[in-house]
């Protein structure tokens, strides 16, 4: 089993800086990718970044490649999400995901197994 816990939310102008972080607990054994999720009002849930053991492949939604970095440490017990140059357009709520290992990295949230309660982001204009 695996307990995932969003940190770090928050309010912050466009073109600024916010950094979440997802602390994970449990058996570390149980993840084989993490990623990131968001909903925004009124949209269905997507895809943000993924990061896979043990190659340390990095995945990036389109609309937040060059803008966003995810990584972690080794241990796997957290795995921040840097994110630059916000736009209002990033305002959502983040999830962080897990998938159990040896799968394909997935953008798709019905391939996780384990989801953490949201951090909210909101970019104002």
């Known amino acids: 089993q695996v307990h995932l816990v969003e940190s770090g939310g928050g309010l912050v102008q466009a073109g600024g800086s916010l950094r979440i972080s997802c602390a994970a607990s449990?058996?570390?054994?149980?993840?084989?990718?993490m990623g990131w999720f968001r909903q925004a009002p009124g949209k269905e849930r997507e895809f943000v970044a993924a990061?896979?053991?043990?190659?340390?492949?990095?995945y990036y939604a389109d609309s937040v490649k060059g803008r966003f970095t995810i990584s972690t440490d080794n241990a796997k017990n957290t795995v921040p999400l840097q994110m630059n140059g916000l736009k209002p357009e990033d305002t959502a709520v983040y999830y962080c995901a897990a998938q159990l290992p040896y799968r394909q990295p997935s953008s798709k949230e019905g391939d996780y197994a384990y989801w953490g309660q949201g951090a909210q982001v909101t970019v104002s204009s």
């Open positions: 990061l896979t053991w043990p190659t340390g492949n990095i």
């Open positions: 449990g058996r570390a054994s149980s993840i084989g990718t």
